[in-house]
T-cell receptor, first 113, second 113 residues
Framework: DADVTQTPRNRITKTGKRIMLECSQT?????MYWYRQDPGLGLRLIYY???????NKGEISDGYSVSRQAQAKFSLSLESAIPNQTALYFC????????????FGPGTRLTVL | AQSVTQLGSHVSVSEGALVLLRCNYS??????LFWYVQYPNQGLQLLLK??????LVKGINGFEAEFKKSETSFHLTKPSAHMSDAAEYFC???????????FGKGNQVVVIP
């Protein structure tokens, strides 16, 4: 079984809809991240969490919110989706004691019409 | 702030030829450097990383990279390209106590038979 899972893998929605992307991990890591990937722009950090009570904004947090329900679960919400939020979204985890490597989920492809 | 520059969004290489992907970083503190690979419809997978110690780092699938502080570089090489190397490659930087990865914009590698 995959260590970092994301649901759904693909989602098509309409402008103005609320969307939640979910991430679960079995690696036992405290640190979790949400990234957005756009062609030619690499990965940009949306939010990150160092534990259940520690949530931090990344470089592009506007229009997004997150919830850390447990050590193993970190959800990303788009309160009112807009077309320029169409992108590939990745969840990742890390353990600083393991050399700062981040471990990525398979991604969620979101299309906002 | 830390950053990474990857030039050339698309790189074409002939099967059996040298693969060379360039990464230059900016960091005011000793960097931790990573190369990730993304195969189609998959998440990012760690190829190799440098934190401390030996500056020539060997990774999976025959790839290696050399940390050159004087040149602020961490170029990725593979002596002989294989068709299975077709993917997108990302360089990333962080540092001790940071644990936020800054990614480059990526190189899409195409292998020509």
């Amino acid at each position: 079984d995959a260590d970092v899972t994301q649901t759904p893998r693909n989602r098509i929605t309409k402008t103005g809809k609320r969307i939640m992307l979910e991430c679960s991990q079995t690696k036992g890591h405290d640190r979790m991240y949400w990234y957005r990937q756009d062609p030619g722009l690499g990965l940009r950090l949306i939010y990150y969490s160092f534990d259940v009570k520690d949530i931090n904004k990344g470089e592009i947090s506007d229009g997004y919110s997150v919830s850390r329900q447990a050590q193993a679960k970190f959800s990303l919400s788009l309160e009112s989706a807009i077309p320029n939020q169409t992108a590939l979204y990745f969840c990742a985890t890390s353990d600083p004691l393991a050399g700062y490597t981040q471990y990525f989920g398979p991604g969620t492809r979101l299309t906002v019409l | 702030a830390q950053s990474v520059t990857q030039l050339g969004s698309h790189v074409s290489v002939s099967e059996g030829a040298l693969v060379l992907l360039r990464c230059n970083y900016s960091s005011s503190v000793p960097p931790y450097l990573f190369w990730y690979v993304q195969y189609p419809n998959q998440g990012l997978q760690l190829l190799l990383k440098y934190t401390t110690g030996a500056t020539l780092v060997k990774g999976i699938n025959g790839f290696e990279a050399e940390f050159k502080k004087s040149e602020t570089s961490f170029h990725l090489t593979k002596p002989s390209a294989h068709m299975s190397d077709a993917a997108e490659y990302f360089c990333a930087v962080t540092s001790y106590g940071n644990n936020r990865l800054a990614f480059g914009k990526g190189n899409q590698v195409v292998v020509i038979p």
